[in-house]
């Protein structure tokens, strides 16, 4: 299954790097997502933001937490994927990288999306199911 599918429809949140950390949890909470790709102006991508960069920088630092903003804690080195990445190469970057967000950009490397782990999971496991179900039909028929 290609990226494209695991895509189609779905929306993307991004936010500016100089948005408080306040911003970013209510942000993630609202739309109940686990990263952000921060952004400018929505299309170009300087950095991501997720939940586990907002924990690890909770240590030593809980009480200024509130004067930080999305720049001092976001991963600058994001991997990204385009929409023809299959689900295979998207588990085997994730599992070898240990990260649980890919952007999906164009040609020009302008963003289109994000893909979460759970998003590669669910494809998976519909691959599986359809390759389940042409088996038992050619068995049954």
């Known amino acids: 299954m ?6 189609k ?6 936010i500016k790097p100089n948005a408080t950390l306040v911003e970013l949890v209510e942000k993630l909470n609202t739309h109940k997502i686990g990263a952000m790709v921060v952004s400018e102006n929505g299309t170009d991508i300087v950095g991501i933001a997720s939940e586990r960069d907002v924990v690890r920088h909770m240590q030593g630092n809980f009480d ?12 600058k080195s994001v991997f990204t ?8 190469e998207l588990m085997n970057i994730m599992t070898n990288m240990r990260i649980r967000h890919i ?5 020009e490397q302008k963003l289109l ?4 782990i759970g998003d590669v999971v669910k494809a998976r496991i519909d691959e599986i199911d ?4 042409a088996l038992t039909d050619y068995i049954t028929s």
Do not use: W, Y
């Open 9 to 14: 429809g779905k929306s993307v949140q991004s």
């Open 64 to 75: 200024e937490l509130k004067n930080f903003h999305v720049t001092d804690i976001m991963t």
């Open 113 to 116: 999306s994000i893909v979460s």
């Open 103 to 107: 952007p999906v950009v164009d040609d």
């Open 2 to 7: 290609k990226v494209s599918v695991i895509i």
């Open 130 to 133: 359809a390759e389940r179900k």
């Open 81 to 88: 994927c385009n929409s023809h990445a299959t689900v295979a």
